[in-house]
């Protein structure tokens, strides 16, 4: 059910719209601008076409574009002008808006920006700040993630989690958000046509492998070099596509969520309720189940000894092929600890 692919809202429901917003050519602070005034003048026309829209889930890099500039010249800050527009629009309209931008990085000397996603909500404030985890190397140069998932009551009281591009092709990441209780996974990418099938295929199985929702939306259009997909999709818990998009410029696609959907599957199944069976294995023959951890690959992560077997096979493992000087000479800090790794 997507109530008429969210023309209709429900009681207990909340209508999402993802934007395939169009992809710019952004190398100056003016196309900056332009670019956050086209994302907002989106915002509006959601509000239009759906006007029971709750949240509006634009990709990543919706101002930024692809040229994977770090100059600082065009890298964002919280409290500057495209923050503040999109906090302005979102109260305007009354509706809350998830937004990409590339944001400058004090951490240490000669580090490189973050890749962030920013959840504001319908009175304009920011509710939900997020890192990207797991940056595309070796094609982007963004710092690492450093303070885990986050999960946020977004619109209606429904649990959610904001994830970026690639995070979504790693299984923990979609397990780490629905264990925090996470029922709608949102993910945002910059995505171009080479990963339409890996795309839909990690959709699908984020949403049938945790029982939630997952909301995704890439990009679309061509700019002088790339050419992003668009594929908006909205996959329910038994991993079916309820609403798509395709790759149409700022085309809009939306769909009625249900979170009671969630919590029924999560709360009721026995087969396939893979959430709760992780951690309780073999309940039928032990009482309440294993709760070991039985994966080496988590153990040695932990012990921070992670080493595929092929790990000294691999060929790429800087950013050099894309043209990435080093990275600076400074440890990796890890703010979910507090300490340097």
Request: hydrophobic share 35%.
């Amino acid at each position: 059910m997507s109530g008429l692919g969210g023309l209709n809202k429900t009681q207990g429901g909340i209508v999402m719209a993802a934007v395939q917003s169009q992809l710019f050519r952004v190398d100056t602070p003016d196309d900056l601008s332009a670019a956050t005034n086209h994302v907002c003048n989106l915002v509006r026309r959601a509000k239009r076409e759906y006007p029971a829209v709750n949240l509006v889930l634009f990709p990543e890099y919706c101002i930024h574009g692809l040229s994977m500039s770090t100059d600082p010249d065009i890298m964002c800050t919280l409290d500057g002008p495209e923050v503040s527009a999109f906090k302005q629009v979102c109260a305007e309209e009354g509706v809350w808006g998830v937004f990409s931008i590339m944001e400058k990085n004090a951490i240490s000397p000669g580090a490189y920006p973050w890749n962030v996603g920013l959840t504001i909500n319908s009175s304009g404030d920011v509710v939900n700040y997020y890192r990207k985890m797991h940056p595309w190397i070796p094609v982007e140069p963004w710092y690492p993630g450093n303070q885990g998932v986050s999960v946020f009551t977004g619109p209606g009281g429904v649990k959610m989690s904001l994830i970026i591009c690639h995070d979504g092709m790693f299984p923990e990441m979609a397990r780490e958000a629905a264990y925090l209780g996470a029922e709608v996974l949102l993910r945002t990418a910059g995505y171009t046509s080479p990963i339409k099938n890996s795309w839909e295929l990690t959709n699908r199985v984020n949403a049938f492998s945790n029982l939630m929702y997952t909301v995704s939306v890439a990009l679309a259009g061509a700019d002088s070099t790339w050419r992003s997909m668009g594929q908006a999709m909205f996959v329910d818990p038994e991993g079916n596509i309820l609403e798509r998009g395709d790759s149409t410029p700022d085309h809009i696609a939306a769909c009625e969520i249900r979170a009671d959907e969630v919590r029924r599957r999560r709360r009721e199944w026995g087969v396939e309720n893979n959430l709760y069976q992780l951690g309780h294995r073999g309940y039928v023959a032990v009482k309440n189940g294993a709760s070991d951890c039985p994966y080496t690959y988590m153990r040695d992560l932990v012990q921070g000894r992670y080493a595929q077997a092929e790990d000294q096979e691999v060929v790429i493992k800087d950013g050099s092929v894309c043209g990435f000087a080093s990275p600076p000479d400074a440890e990796y800090v890890d703010e979910t600890t507090q300490r340097a790794l």
